[in-house]
T-cell receptor, first 114, second 116 residues
Framework: DAGVIQSPRHEVTEMGQEVTLRCKPI?????LFWYRQTMMRGLELLIY????????DSGMPEDRFSAKMPNASFSTLKIQPSEPRDSAVYFC????????????FGDGTRLSIL | AQKITQTQPGMFVQEKEAVTLDCTYD???????LFWYKQPSSGEMIFLIY??????QNATEGRYSLNFQKARKSANLVISASQLGDSAMYFC?????????????FGTGTRLTIIP
């Protein structure tokens, strides 16, 4: 079975540029989550979707961050304009409907903003 | 208040010894799930084990078991017969229903190093 697929695996760009991270969840999973991991702040939930609808975006740090889920098999996290402090590993995860199901994580995107 | 507390930032354990990683949680929700994830140096997050709040028995998955003490609000991960490949960061997480909006909270993690 294919797991959660994230692209790109690595992204290096200059500050001010737009960055788009992509995620394909596991087929049949109704929930999709975006996380950010840094040494200083650990693993932070940015936003999650249920059936393509954003449910909780309280973790999105600023208006520069936006996330969309146009269909059940694709989501994007966009940063515009990017800043050096956005450098982190960004994970996408998906899970089935029930609360008592684990989240399955993608391999992450390592983002470096110069 | 912290929802998930992992008090051990780092641990060193001799190979083949058992190891217990501590996790305490805080919730007033009667329905919740507790999870442990492993993150090796390669970076991926690997699901290890799950315990539901209504489960009567402690969860086990191979060498992993979860010591669930509901009254104490603790969900410690036990790894038996540790191996060098167990060296990694370990995260405890809790998922709550929170009145219809799901909440998932991760602890700060414990870095486990297995010594040959």
């Amino acid at each position: 079975d294919a797991g959660v697929i994230q692209s790109p695996r690595h992204e290096v760009t200059e500050m001010g540029q737009e960055v788009t991270l992509r995620c394909k969840p596991i087929s049949g999973h109704d929930y999709l989550f975006w996380y950010r991991q840094t040494m200083m702040r650990g693993l932070e939930l940015l936003i999650y979707f249920n059936n393509n609808v954003p449910i909780d975006d309280s973790g999105m740090p600023e208006d520069r961050f936006s996330a969309k889920m146009p269909n059940a098999s694709f989501s994007t996290l966009k940063i515009q304009p990017s800043e050096p402090r956005d450098s982190a590993v960004y994970f996408c995860a998906s899970s089935p409907t029930l609360i008592h199901q684990p989240q399955h994580f993608g391999d992450g995107t390592r983002l470096s903003i110069l | 208040a912290q929802k998930i507390t992992q008090t051990q930032p780092g641990m060193f354990v001799q190979e083949k010894e058992a190891v217990t990683l501590d996790c305490t949680y805080d919730t007033s929700d009667p329905s919740y799930g507790l999870f442990w994830y492993k993150q090796p140096s390669s970076g991926e997050m690997i699901f290890l084990i799950y315990q539901g709040s209504y489960d009567q028995q402690n969860a086990t998955e191979g060498r992993y078991s979860l010591n669930f003490q509901k009254a104490r609000k603790s969900a410690n991960l036990v790894i038996s017969a540790s191996q060098l490949g167990d060296s990694a960061m370990y995260f405890c997480a809790m998922r709550e229903e929170a009145g219809g909006n799901e909440k998932l909270t991760f602890g700060t993690g414990t870095r486990l190093t297995i010594i040959p």
